[in-house]
């Protein structure tokens, strides 16, 4: 049964307006942010140059009738409802500046509050949307029902040019990065019989033409994962399936470098690039990592936890990371479990955590993370100011696909001071 609708709650822990940071200190994150936010409805955040975070709520529309767009700095939060929308996301650039998409339309932040709707397609049913640390905004998306995918992009002051991709890519599973010189790259995974083929093409920053398509490889998935990410300095790393490509240069092919787990995910900074991934031996789980800065160090373990003793009680394990400019990520962990505090079936305890990890891979600090035992995966951002976020669902309640927009859980949205 799905959970009854709710506003937005906040949760105040402390009392007064908190001023964005301008540095991290050596054992960061630590709690400070004067609220936490939890409402029934997936989010997607972003931070600003300023320290300002913003966040998109986009509900399952048999739940609400409505998302809503969050601003706010420690105690000062603003919530704006808009009319229901269950795709859409949020990126943020310099200063107090953002974008936010829910469904077909967009809204800009600009300062102090967000402007009128923008009308980016007549309509679109899925979309990726990304940004980069100038303003600038992409939009990778579909028509309701499918068909040939569409990149939609905003340069900061401008307004939306929409460039179709090639036809033969409807139904392909693709991922879009724009980077800090307004170079929008977009790869995708296209089945070829028992395999995927991986491609990717550039449309430059005032260009209109989608430069030709590049061949990076295979993979043996005939559905292959597939994730782009970009530096600060343009270099590009690509992970489809089990393998990762990585550009040497920003005007250079990826060129493959390894394999790694097919769940890894990416994160990165003004030159840095961390990977990280979970295995599961010897009855624990493990999360590793391997930093790219701009050759790829070594593996390293950052993290372990013994599995549930009680195999029906082990859900699997859940992870995200996210990284300042200047290098230092932010790696959330939860593994997933029932939680059974009368009869101790299971472990009565949540098993989560958040780890501050310098650019050599050491831990800096671990902190336990509350009210989280069979929920969804983790987003975590963080920028050169202001807090660090971390986003999850804590619990989908079994009506819906846990951690996938739309979900029918409850979602959290917890501040660590820097």
């Not at 980016?120 to 303003?135: D, P, R, W």
């Not at 990165?268 to 160090?297: C, H, M, N």
């Not at 939860?334 to 009565?348: F, M, P, Y």
């Not at 990890?357 to 800096?364: E, S």
Request: hydrophobic share 40%.
């Amino acid at each position: 049964m799905r959970r009854s609708a709710a506003v937005v709650i906040a949760a105040a822990a402390l009392t007064g307006l908190v001023a964005p940071t301008a540095s991290a200190a050596p054992g960061d994150p630590a709690p400070g942010w004067p609220n936490e936010r939890y409402d029934v409805m997936y989010r997607d955040v972003d931070v600003s140059g300023s320290g300002r975070v913003f966040a998109v709520g986009l509900p399952d529309p048999d739940i609400l009738d409505y998302s809503f767009l969050e601003h706010g700095v420690g105690a000062d939060w603003s919530s704006v409802e808009v009319p229901v929308r269950s795709e859409g996301g949020v990126v943020a650039g310099p200063d107090d500046y953002a974008v936010a998409v829910t469904g077909n339309v967009s809204r800009v932040f600009n300062g102090s509050s967000w402007g009128g709707p923008v009308q980016i397609a007549a309509a679109i049913g899925e979309s990726k949307l990304v940004g980069n640390t100038n303003g600038d905004a992409a939009l990778l998306w579909t028509a309701p029902g499918g068909g040939t995918p569409q990149l939609s992009r905003l340069i900061r002051g401008g307004t939306w040019q929409t460039v179709p991709l090639a036809n033969d890519l409807a139904g392909a599973l693709a991922d879009v990065v724009i980077n800090d010189a307004g170079k929008v790259t977009v790869v995708w995974a296209d089945r070829t019989g028992a395999t995927s083929q991986i491609g990717r093409v550039v449309l430059q920053k005032g260009s209109s033409t989608w430069a030709s398509a590049g061949d990076l490889g295979s993979v043996n998935n005939t559905r292959p994962k597939i994730s782009i990410v970009t530096d600060g300095q343009g270099r590009e790393t690509v992970i489809a399936g089990n393998k990762l490509w990585r550009q040497t240069t920003s005007t250079t092919l990826p060129r493959y470098q390894f394999r790694t787990s097919t769940r890894a995910v990416l994160a990165t900074g003004t030159t840095g690039t961390r990977l990280i991934w979970a295995v599961k031996t010897s009855g624990r789980y493990e999360i590793r990592t391997r930093f790219a800065d701009p050759q790829w160090r070594a593996e390293k373990l950052l993290w372990w936890h013994d599995a549930p003793t009680d195999p029906s009680c082990d859900k699997g394990i859940q992870f995200g990371v996210g990284m300042v400019p200047g290098g230092r990520s932010y790696v959330a962990v939860g593994i997933r479990h029932d939680i059974d505090d009368i009869n101790l079936v299971c472990e009565g305890v949540e098993i989560a955590d958040i780890l501050t990890v310098d650019r050599a891979d050491g831990v800096l600090n671990q902190r336990h993370l509350s009210d989280y035992s069979n929920g969804g995966p983790f987003q975590v951002d963080a920028s050169s100011r202001g807090p660090v976020v971390v986003t999850y669902e804590y619990e989908d309640d079994g009506d819906g696909v846990g951690g996938e927009p739309p979900a029918d859980g409850f979602w959290y949205m917890r501040f660590y001071s820097r």
